[in-house]
Each structure stands twice: as C-alpha cells, then as structure tokens.
DNA sequence: AAAATAACTAACTTTTAGGTAGGTAAGTTA
DNA sequence: TAACTTACCTACCTAAAAGTTAGTTATTTT
C-alpha cells in the first residue's frame, strides 16, 4: 500500500543479515568444522578427531547448529555402531569460498 | 637449522590466523562499529548515536580491543569537553572491503 | 556373556560477554 | 556560581558460551 521506502526497514534488515552472519561464523569451533567439512563430508568421529581440543558436547551442539542455519546437513545410516555423515549443503557449498577468504583479514593483523 | 616443514607448526599458525580473524570480527558490535567507520572518522558520541543499542561500556570496550588490535586508532583533541575521533588504520582500511564481503554470507542464508 | 563401538544425551561447573547504574574531570556557557 | 558538556571509569550483575564427567543405545566382535 505505502511505496516510500523506510530506511528504519532497509536499517533493520541488514541488521538482520549481519547477525546471521555472525551467527554462522562467531563461535570458537564453527570455522574449524565448516571448512573440515569443505572438500567432503566427514563422519562425526573423523571430526573428533581433526579437531581434538573441541569438547564431545560443544562439537554436537555446534554441528546441530550449524544444520539448523543450513550450512551444513547430516546424514544417518541405520548401522550399528552408528554411522553419520556431515556434509556441507548447496548452500553451504555456495558461501565456502568466502569463508575461505576470512582469514585474509587475520594475516594481515598478525604480530602486530 | 632444520628445512624441514613441520605441518602441526603449519596448523598452529593457521589457527593462530583463524584465532585473529575471529578476534576481529566476533562479538556483537564490532562489525557495525567497523562499518560505520569505514568512510569517515567518527567521535564517540557519534558512535553511540549511530548504534545507540549498545551500551556504553561496551562500546568503549570495543573501541579499545580494536585499538589494541590495530585495526582502528583514536585521536585525542586536548579540549574541554574532549573530543576523540576514532577511525581505521592504514591495516584497518586494507581489510575493509572484506569487511564489506561478509555480509554475504549472511545473505544467502536468511529465511531459509 | 563380556567388552567394544560410535554417536550421542544430561547434569553440572566454569568462563566470557554483555548490561546497569552510578561517578569523575575540567573547562564553557548561562 | 551553577548547570552543562563529553568521554570516559568502576563495581556489580545476568546471561550465554564453553568445558567436564558420566551415562545410554543396540548391535558386533571376542
């Protein structure tokens, strides 16, 4: 009904973006895993083991969350001991490269 | 003495850079103070006004820790009331477009 | 029958991030 | 001389993130 273009509305949605952002890469152990899981899917306990000092519980949390944003999706086979895989998703494949590119902005701030 | 590459010291640096690259950008404000010093210097009252949803404490907090950091500097005009201007570094204004690039991510990801 | 396996869950503690409410300095303006 | 201004600081509190330890499940292997 109202064309005029609210900057409130434009101001709140690249807020809301921002924050989707940093939820997919703030937390300790999120980068770690996504880019474990950049070149092919891996199973929970070859994660584990790529990254050892991440505890057992914030490892499940972080991967559940990271399903839940869709980055990444998890799948289960019906096998005993349990087999699961976690791979990146398309759109996950989709923003890899840029993740790729973040650390750019730590080496250049390195011992200074 | 020893040409050999040795891969944990690989890793540890490579963690090391993923470690400052989160450093910098993580936490709830730091990208939005990062952004709204990207074209000019600002004074802290601007800051405040410009992201009046963060409390003072911590914007001062944060103007400081990216100080420290490097990637933004203060200057100090010896007057009453102060004025301090804050703005990025030379290092600050080289990863500003990255900065810039982030949001992408977040793009791809909304509403899904 | 006991032990091993892999991927979890649950209860609890510690650590870190962020927020609230108040105070301070020292000139300037009314 | 009282009130105002700006950029801080301090002590305290709450909430969120991360870590620790100890189960659980349901087959398979020994």
């Known amino acids: ?12 949605s690249r807020q809301l973006i921002l924050k989707k952002t940093l939820d997919i890469i703030c937390g300790k ?8 899981l950049g070149t092919e899917p891996r ?8 990254i050892p000092e991440v505890s057992e519980k914030v490892l499940i949390q972080e991967l ?7 980055v990444i999706e998890k ?8 087999r699961v895989e976690y791979s990146l998703t398309q759109k996950g494949r989709q923003v890899y490269p840029t ?14």
């Not at 559940?64 to 869709?70: D, E, I, P, Q, S």
């Open 99 to 112: 993740l790729l590119k973040l650390t750019s902005i730590g080496e250049v701030f390195m011992d200074a």
């Open 29 to 36: 152990w999120r980068l770690y895993i996504l880019y474990q």
């Open 64 to 70: 559940k969350a990271l399903t839940n944003l869709g």
């Open 1 to 12: 009904m109202n064309e005029q273009i609210n900057p409130q509305i434009q101001a709140d």
């Open 75 to 82: 799948k289960s086979y019906n096998e005993v001991p349990p």
């Open 43 to 50: 199973r929970y306990g070859e994660l584990r083991r790529l």
